[in-house]
């Protein structure tokens, strides 16, 4: 099937209203400014080595659309419109879905995640977009937490457009953060006084190959 060209596409769901927030727990005195600084050095600096994580974290799903993109058996399935051979194929890989412009489908869609796609641009049935999820849970604060190489007391969390905590890398967290990007800030959270920094994840610019 080598009249199949290979385009690269991320996608963003949901996403640009999720920031990240990284979540420290200070000192009893967080409102002593030399303590507040020293925790918001190492704040900013675990938040940058969080987003790194997770930009390998998109990177590795790209990879897999890409390679599964790249496998002539999936580009000949698809043509078939095969659904027995793609669902065969795709035992290994449970965060990936094919779509066709004609409806037909292969894989289920994830709630809450971001998805990064290659596109298999083809005529008539040969057009397909192989799609690679990434749930956005407390899975994957836990990995990147691990990734990041953060501090026993530190903590990722999503939260939503209002700061409502929607997942945690440890334990049940309940209440708000401050969700505009950049923000750092000191909050009570689950009876604990916590610095907060946050930082909004957006979308890559696509990339075509």
Known sequence: MGSFKLKLVTALLAL????LAVAY???????????????DGQLEA?????????AAEQ??????????????????????RDRRVLERLLRGHPRIRIETPTGF????????????????VGEGPRAATIIASTRLD???????????????????????RSGAVLAVS??????????????VATVVLAGRSVRVAAARIVAEEPTTL
């Open 105 to 120: 489908s292969v894989g289920r869609a994830t709630a809450r995640a971001t998805e990064t796609s290659a596109s298999l």
């Open 46 to 54: 675990g938040l940058r080595a969080t987003l790194a994580a997770f």
């Open 170 to 183: 440890r334990g049940v967290a309940r209440g708000r953060l401050p969700s505009e990007h950049g923000s």
């Open 16 to 19: 640009s209203l999720l920031p």
């Open 138 to 160: 407390g899975e994957l604060l836990r990995r990147l937490h691990q990734r990041a190489g953060l501090r026993g007391i530190d903590e990722l969390a999503l939260v939503d």
């Open 59 to 80: 990177q590795e799903a790209k990879q897999e659309a890409t390679a599964l993109a790249n496998d002539t058996r999936v580009q000949a399935a698809v043509g078939r």
């Open 25 to 39: 727990s200070t000192f009893s005195n967080a409102a002593d400014r030399s303590v507040t600084a020293g925790v």
